[in-house]
């Protein structure tokens, strides 16, 4: 079975420039969380989506970060315009089920570096 | 808000030796507990989910326990090897619909 799948590994950008990270969860999974991973820090979510829903997104700083998941499998989360504090590791997430019973499976990430 | 703490942040071992990680939380009102392993520049790998209702949960040389009521959990690794070497985050999930909150990790090296 294939784990879940993002895109780019790394993107290394200039400030005030568009970024977009695109992730393919674990097939059947509901659930969808993206993290910012700051460096020495533990994720901290974003934005989580059951299905094609935005179920929490109250750490998501919406005048610059949006995301999407269209017909509830894969998502986009894109930056625009990109500010150097947005350096970090962006990490999808899935699950099959409720978070609250359910072990969340990681992608690699997408190394971010904002020039 | 949740406050997630892992005590030693860095943490060096022979190999061979038995070693705990630790995790303490404030709200002790969580459904589960995990614990995950981070390698340097990969995601993050699932170790053991320990439910609410359960006080250990084991896998391998891995035993995962938890005491809801003082908001803490321990990870204990047996015979620890080089291929333990990583970083291990615990991240409780509160019940109802809230976001997770992970702690900031032990960085574990086990010399050969």
């Known amino acids: 079975e294939a784990g879940v799948v993002q895109s780019p590994r790394y993107k290394i950008i200039e400030k005030k420039q568009p970024v977009a990270f695109w992730c393919n969860p674990i097939?059947?999974?509901?659930?969808l969380y993206w993290y910012r991973q700051n460096l020495g820090q533990g994720p901290e979510l974003l934005i989580r989506?059951?299905?094609?829903?935005?179920?929490?997104d109250s750490q998501l700083p919406k005048d610059r970060f949006s995301a999407e998941r269209l017909k509830g499998v894969d998502s986009t989360l894109k930056i625009q315009p990109a500010e150097l504090g947005d350096s970090a590791v962006y990490l999808c997430a899935s699950s099959s089920g409720l978070a609250e019973q359910e072990t969340q499976y990681f992608g690699p990430g997408t190394r971010l570096l904002v020039l | 808000k949740q406050e997630v703490t892992q005590i030693p942040a860095a943490l060096s071992v022979p190999e061979g030796e038995n070693l705990v990680l630790n995790c303490s939380f404030t709200?002790?009102?969580?459904?589960?507990l995990q614990w995950f392993r981070q390698d340097p520049g990969k995601g993050l790998t699932s170790l053991l989910l320990?439910?609410?209702?359960?006080r250990e949960q084991t896998s391998g040389r891995l035993n995962a326990s938890l005491d809801k009521s003082s908001g803490r959990s321990t990870l204990y690794i047996a015979a620890s090897q080089p291929g333990d070497s990583a970083t291990y985050l615990c991240a409780p999930n509160p019940r109802g619909y809230q976001k997770v909150t992970f702690g900031t990790g032990t960085k574990l090296q086990v010399i050969p």
């Open positions: 320990i439910q609410s209702s359960q």
């Open positions: 989506y059951e299905n094609e829903e935005a179920v929490d």
């Open positions: 097939s059947g999974h509901n659930t």
């Open positions: 709200d002790s009102a969580i459904y589960n």
